[in-house]
């Protein structure tokens, strides 16, 4: 939880927690562990033994938290104000790579993290963690940061998405398990094209995001009620069934669908619908 901001009295500090704080930013974060208390308590009472254990870990983590408070003394009335809109409209947000790399709180970062830090395969393809997004066909590193997260991200949903934040947390299974699931893809699509190459527009269409967003969907086919183990094996199965595709950039066949011609190169549309119609194609190429 972000720091409470509060400014107290001049010389009330003194080395000393002051009496009285008046909270500059952060009061809603306060209402709400207040009202955390009493729904704690009304779960308590609850007939269903699943809320009334929810409850006992929720009691349990407040009890364990601890709040950090950011306190300036001596704040005219005007600069309290003047502080509070500079704090939620001038604020910075943390890059995707340090938050990846450090919040250990969500799920899809430290296992989206731990993939990139474990396959060598993807590091020698190269992952871009400086820029937002990759611009073709100067950058030849295979994925930015975002899009490894979010190809995490399908593959915990076991259905396409177009944002990480569509991911509800709601993936059955441990995370070892699905970690092993993402780099037998990964093996796979190294396969098809070396680490060295697999981000070279000029050479292979397997830079283009929408095609991997589509490989992927159609390596999920069917998955739906199968345990995890089950899962792997389909998408090793069906990955095998597409080693004969032609992946080069210059097969006439991508022009078939959504996108655009800038030269020499043809950008596939990143639409869900024609990531899709990619994925229908890809299973008429099933050998």
């Known amino acids: 939880m972000p720091p409470l901001v509060a400014s107290a009295e001049e010389g009330t500090l003194g080395g000393q927690a002051p009496g009285r704080l008046r909270i500059v930013d952060g009061s809603h974060r306060m209402k709400a562990l207040l009202q955390l208390e009493d729904q704690i308590f009304m779960s308590m009472k609850s007939e269903k033994d699943e809320e009334i254990r ?12 601890e709040i950090s408070i950011q306190v300036l003394e001596g704040l005219s009335m005007d600069e309290e104000n003047q502080l509070f809109i500079d704090l939620n409209t001038k604020g910075k947000q ?50 930015s940061l975002s899009q490894l997260r979010l190809l995490v991200a399908i593959i915990l949903a076991g259905k396409l998405l177009n944002r990480t934040d569509e991911w509800k947390e709601n993936a059955v299974g441990d995370d070892e398990v699905y970690m092993d699931i993402v780099n037998s893809w990964f093996d796979k699509l190294f396969s098809f094209e070396s680490p060295k190459r697999i981000g070279n527009y000029h050479e292979t269409m397997l830079a283009s995001f929408p095609l991997i967003q589509a490989i992927l969907l159609y390596a999920m086919k069917d998955w739906e009620d199968q345990s995890l183990a089950a899962k792997k094996q389909s998408l090793i199965e069906r990955m095998d069934s597409l080693m004969e595709v032609n992946w080069s950039s210059a097969n006439p066949e991508w022009r078939r ?31």
């Open 94 to 143: 943390v890059a995707l790579s340090k938050r990846i790399a450090y919040d250990s709180r969500d799920r899809l970062n430290g296992m989206t993290n731990r993939i990139l830090q474990s396959n060598s395969k993807l590091i020698e393809a190269g992952v871009e963690t400086e820029k937002r997004a990759i611009i073709r066909p100067a950058n030849k590193k295979f994925l």
């Open 257 to 287: 669908f959504d996108g655009m011609a800038r030269g020499e190169f043809f950008y596939l549309d990143k639409s869900k619908k024609n990531i899709e119609e990619i994925a229908n194609w890809l299973e008429a190429q099933r050998r």
């Open 54 to 65: 929810n409850a006992y870990h929720l009691q349990y983590l407040l009890e364990k938290t």
